[in-house]
């Protein structure tokens, strides 16, 4: 990825806006621009990163790449990010300010909080987890928790101290409490924390490994309860390599039919309707209680 700024480059604006006018460039926000090609081979995540590089680079030196920014430069899974604005954030208390393309932070901020990724000035992955949850629902909370738990070593209790009284601190801290360090994706963060709003779904273990009689590992599964139902988060990853992954994961369930386990497996589309999970997982309890 090459980015070509305005104030060290020698083309003038005129040869700018041509090359933009015939599709040879784009611009990625202002005085920063890069070539069709490689615009058109980026990700939304790379594209995101591009114009929060961009933007840090037209920033005074006590700017630090915050919230939904630092985790994509961290490239920290988190839940539906917002990518309409590039977040910095600065040490301070009190307001800020919010653009269409910039939302400026002031809050307190130690040195503890932040750290270097790509020579740029980020918030650690605590912080950034932190700040998120501060400012989103439970649910994408603990997904951003539990993403920081999975990625790094993250010292969430002495972050979160250090952060103070703020807006939105108390479900950061109900997120911190119900974390897991054991769930493996976002989708199961995701499922977890879908769980929780239910009284009828009792907390499920996690990452348990089930055995044979022989003592050999059948499976290692994303959730059980009791060990008579599993629960699987189906991301769809696992069936990368083809038909083989098909038959091996068959396979797997076979196996754990065959030590008195009933499975269930629900994706995202399950996730982004919680009733239809919930009415899956209450049907898969009922069928393991007879």
Not at 26 to 38: A, D, K, L
């Given at each position: 990825?090459?980015?070509?700024?305005?104030?060290?480059?020698?083309?003038?604006?005129?040869?700018?806006?041509?090359?933009?006018?015939?599709?040879?460039?784009?611009?990625?926000?202002?005085?920063?621009?890069?070539?069709?090609?490689?615009?058109?081979?980026?990700?939304?995540?790379?594209?995101?990163?591009?114009?929060?590089?961009?933007?840090?680079?037209?920033?005074?030196?006590?700017?630090?790449?915050?919230?939904?920014?630092?985790?994509?430069?961290?490239?920290?899974?988190?839940?539906?990010?917002?990518?309409?604005?590039?977040?910095?954030?600065?040490?301070?208390?009190?307001?800020?300010?919010?653009?269409?393309?910039?939302?400026?932070?002031?809050?307190?901020?130690?040195?503890s909080d932040i750290m270097l990724v790509d020579g740029l000035a980020v918030t650690t992955p605590a912080r950034?987890?932190?700040?998120?949850?501060?400012?989103?629902?439970?649910?994408?909370?603990?997904?951003?928790?539990?993403?920081?738990?999975?990625?790094?070593?993250?010292?969430?209790?002495?972050?979160?101290?250090?952060?103070?009284?703020?807006?939105?601190?108390?479900?950061?801290?109900?997120?911190?409490?119900?974390?897991?360090?054991?769930?493996?994706?976002?989708?199961?963060?995701?499922?977890?924390?879908?769980?929780?709003?239910?009284?009828?779904?009792?907390?499920?273990?996690?990452?348990?490994?089930?055995?044979?009689?022989?003592?050999?590992?059948?499976?290692?599964?994303?959730?059980?309860?009791?060990?008579?139902?599993?629960?699987?988060?189906?991301?769809?990853?696992?069936?990368?390599?083809?038909?083989?992954?098909?038959?091996?994961?068959?396979?797997?369930?076979?196996?754990?039919?065959?030590?008195?386990?009933?499975?269930?497996?629900?994706?995202?589309?399950?996730?982004?309707?919680?009733?239809?999970?919930?009415?899956?997982?209450?049907?898969?309890?009922?069928?393991?209680?007879?």
């Open positions: 990825m090459t980015l070509l700024h305005r104030s060290t480059s020698e083309v003038t604006d005129a040869t700018l806006r041509g090359l933009v006018s015939r599709g040879e460039l784009v611009r990625v926000s202002r005085g920063t621009y890069i070539t069709r090609q490689e615009w058109a081979a980026a990700s939304a995540d790379e594209r995101y990163r591009m114009r929060v590089l961009s933007t840090l680079s037209r920033r005074s030196s006590d700017a630090v790449a915050s919230h939904e920014s630092a985790a994509v430069l961290h490239r920290l899974p988190i839940l539906a990010p917002d990518r309409t604005r590039v977040h910095i954030s600065m040490d301070g208390r009190g307001g800020g300010s919010t653009s269409s393309t910039v939302a400026e932070h002031r809050v307190p901020l130690t040195a950034t987890a932190l700040d998120i949850a501060c400012t989103v629902p439970f649910e994408a909370a603990l997904c951003a928790v539990e993403s920081a738990l999975r990625c790094h070593r993250a010292d969430l209790p002495g972050t979160l101290e250090r952060m103070g009284r703020r807006r939105g601190v108390g479900t950061a801290r109900r997120a911190v409490d119900m974390a897991s360090p054991l769930t493996e994706s976002i989708g199961e963060s995701w499922s977890r924390a879908l769980m929780m709003r239910w009284p009828e779904v009792p907390a499920p273990r996690l990452q348990h490994v089930f055995r044979d009689v022989d003592g050999r590992v059948v499976a290692r599964t994303d959730f059980d309860w009791d060990g008579t139902l599993v629960g699987e988060f189906d991301g769809m990853v696992k069936y990368e390599g083809g038909a083989s992954s098909v038959v091996q994961e068959k396979l797997r369930e076979d196996a754990l039919r065959a030590l008195g386990c009933h499975v269930v497996r629900w994706t995202w589309a399950d996730l982004r309707e919680p009733e239809r999970l919930r009415r899956l997982l209450a049907a898969a309890m009922e069928r393991a209680s007879r």
